[in-house]
């Protein structure tokens, strides 16, 4: 307990209230999609950014990869995957360490890419190299539970959750004699597409020409087919609806983390609505609100692959996604679904091959990843004094977009013509949630 509590009077077992010491700092960072140590490699510039990251009480990233050695693995690629199987040497470990990297987050859709014995084997190797890690575990308990780091200015608690994974990863807990499921921390979304009163007629009329249709459980505002969702609305797109029970539960997991350390942290890791948006799923925002307002200190997104713009929400930061940190995707095995999936042959094709054809596809309805927006990215970096956030700057930093596939995905500090884009952009899709950022010598500043 920090000095000062009890003259506050805070209720020291259910304050919610943000308790480090002055000088407090926090680095985010998006996702870290790496499979090699690059603290050992000659990478240009790369220095630079393990300098911002070593120089945090917190540094944070979301573990997109798995970790463990293929020569001797026991398990198997799976049949769902996140839509490339992501793996990295057993050296990653420490070089995260040694980047500055105390924390992360590891629920997200590929933390099931080689199942149950992918995710332990990668859990291990954080354990390891003493690396905070949530959002996983032997049954969902374990999964949504925070999890807490120690540094000389407080204890810091996080609580990771994915409302993008692969059905097969969502843990869950034990009933009667069936054990609990290993997996990931999931929060699930009902989807549906909103199209206009004209076309939801014309839906309407379909679903009564098709055989076998009953009406008597039929809705006035919706049309259901084939399992998607259609409702009325001013505005064709899609339309989210977090599940109460999941949110329920991460809001309860949530405020007890904060409870039991001086600062919390909620990241979610969320596809929606797809790596195309630059804005939010229509639900996040309040769900967000919802998170602060039961004591997180900073909401944390990443998913899309690029950015998307900041809130600043009762002096507490939220970042709708961080982007790419590092996108070092040199993964190799890949697994013969992948071969499958992209036209190859493993017989004369190579996992490299795979991989490219990947990155120029992307996911399924996604144009792939050719757009240097992929590329393009911040480290935020938050201060507090008197446990108030005081000021937000944002480094924009670039990862090679125009490399070859083996020196590509390696973050630097930006180009100046390449870090005025960047925080235009950023500018730009900030200003719905009313955050004005200035620019100083090239680095974006927020002060709330």
């Keep these: 307990m920090h000095r000062g509590d009890r003259a506050k009077g805070y209720d020291v077992v259910g304050s919610i209230e943000t308790n480090v010491a002055d000088g407090f700092t926090l680095v985010a960072v998006g996702d870290l999609i790496v499979s090699r140590a690059l603290t050992k490699s000659s990478q240009p510039g790369f220095g630079d950014i393990v300098d911002l990251l070593r120089g945090a009480d917190v540094t944070f990233g979301n573990m997109e990869t798995n970790i463990f050695d293929s020569r001797c693995f026991k398990g198997s690629p799976q049949a769902e995957y996140g839509g490339a199987y992501h793996v990295s040497l057993p050296e990653l470990g420490p070089d995260l360490k040694a980047m500055g990297f105390n924390i992360v987050s590891y629920a997200n859709n590929h933390t099931y890419d080689w199942g149950y014995e992918g995710m332990r084997e990668t859990c291990r190797a954080l354990d390891q190299n003493g690396i905070v890690y949530a959002g996983v575990g032997e049954n969902l308990a374990q999964a949504g539970a925070a999890r807490f780091l120690e540094t000389p200015r407080g204890r810091v608690a996080l609580v990771s959750f994915a409302s993008t994974f692969e059905s097969i990863s969502r843990a869950c807990h034990p009933a009667g004699e069936a054990p609990g499921r290993p997996g990931v921390n999931a929060l699930r979304l009902a989807k549906s597409i909103v199209v206009t009163p004209d076309m939801l007629a014309s839906l309407r009329e379909i679903r009564g020409s098709l055989p076998n249709y009953c009406r008597d459980n039929e809705v006035s505002d919706t049309v259901e087919i084939l399992g998607v969702t259609y409702k009325s609305g001013e505005k064709v797109g899609y339309s989210y609806e977090a599940n109460s029970n999941d949110v329920a539960r991460i809001l309860r ?90 036209g190859k042959d493993s017989r004369t094709d190579t996992d490299a091959e795979v991989t490219a054809a990947e990155m120029s596809v992307g996911y399924t309805s996604d144009p792939g990843f050719k757009d240097p927006v992929f590329y393009e990215s911040i480290i935020a970096v938050s201060r507090f004094e008197q446990s108030q956030l005081i000021e937000l700057r944002l480094h924009p930093i670039e990862l090679g977009h125009s490399k070859r596939l083996a020196n590509r995905g390696v973050p630097k500090l930006a180009s100046p013509p390449v870090a005025r884009s960047i925080l235009e952009r950023l500018v730009t899709l900030s200003q719905p949630f009313g955050t004005e950022i200035t620019v100083e010598n090239g680095v974006g500043v927020i002060r709330p």
């Excluded at 229509?282 to 690029?306: C, K, N, S, T, V």
């Excluded at 709708?320 to 890949?334: E, K």
């Design 253 to 342: 997991d949530l405020r007890q983390g904060k409870q039991f350390a001086d600062f919390c942290i909620a990241t979610n890791h969320g596809h929606a609505p797809g790596n195309w948006s630059q804005e939010p799923a229509d639900y996040e925002r309040a769900f967000a609100h919802r998170l602060i307002d039961a004591g997180a200190d900073a909401y944390i997104a990443h998913g899309p692959h690029q950015l998307r713009g900041i809130e600043i929400y009762k002096c507490r930061p939220i970042f709708y996604s961080l982007g790419n940190f590092i996108m070092d995707d040199l993964r190799t095995p890949v697994g013969a679904d992948m071969f499958e999936s992209y």
